[in-house]
């Protein structure tokens, strides 16, 4: 089970940090990943991290998000800066014990299993 949080409303320019805890002693085993869905759009990738720690952004986010994971306390963290408008949506964490091939990972049939979504809202 996966319980993400941090959301929150924020200025254009500001930082948030969202968290996903995890439930469970398999959490070394999860690749992790964190998505995003604006309204009336499809979610969509923005971060991975490896069992290892090896990371990947969309191109949208590079730079500028950072995610990071916490194994001995069983959670992944997404550092949002320098946030713009169009960065708000709901965002969601993900996880899988499958190994990926480097191409699936920003696909959503990827990852078996999902957190509940916590909301970011950017003003402008």
């Known amino acids: 089970q996966l319980q993400a949080s941090g959301g929150g409303l924020m200025q254009a320019g500001g930082s948030l940090s969202l968290s996903c805890a995890a439930s469970?002693?398999?959490?070394?085993?999860?690749?992790m990943g964190w998505f995003r869905q604006a309204p009336g759009e499809e979610r969509k990738f923005v971060a991975y991290?490896?069992?290892?720690?090896?990371?990947y952004y969309a191109d949208s986010v590079k730079g500028r998000f950072t995610i990071s994971r916490d194994t001995p306390n069983k959670t992944v963290y997404l550092q949002m800066n320098s946030l713009k408008a169009e960065d708000t949506a709901d965002y969601y964490c993900?996880?899988?014990?499958?190994?990926?091939?480097?191409?699936?990972?920003?696909?959503?049939?990827?990852?078996?299993?999902w957190g509940q979504g916590t909301e970011v809202t950017v003003s402008s």
């Open positions: 993900a996880a899988t014990t499958r190994s990926l091939i480097w191409s699936s990972m920003a696909d959503t049939d990827a990852y078996d299993y």
């Open positions: 469970g002693r398999t959490f070394s085993r999860y690749i």
């Open positions: 991290i490896s069992r290892s720690g090896v990371t």
